[in-house]
């Protein structure tokens, strides 16, 4: 199963290449893998991964008001 995840994610990356730059993909790199080893491990799950993010996004847009 771990390993259906992590290709699932790598099955991606068309997407994400397509819609960031290179800069941005290879700064968030280490941290997108961080994610889905999570997911893959059963540590986390995607829901759980998503909420953080979303958490994280808010408090950097009040941040910037």
Known sequence: M???IREAFKNTNGIVEHEFS????KA???RVN???ERIAT???TF???DDRLM???ERNNQEDK
């Open 2 to 4: 771990a390993n259906r």
């Open 22 to 25: 290179d800069e941005v993909i």
């Open 28 to 30: 968030s790199e280490k």
């Open 34 to 36: 961080e994610i889905i």
């Open 42 to 44: 059963g540590q986390s």
């Open 47 to 49: 829901e759980e991964e």
């Open 55 to 57: 958490a994280e996004w």
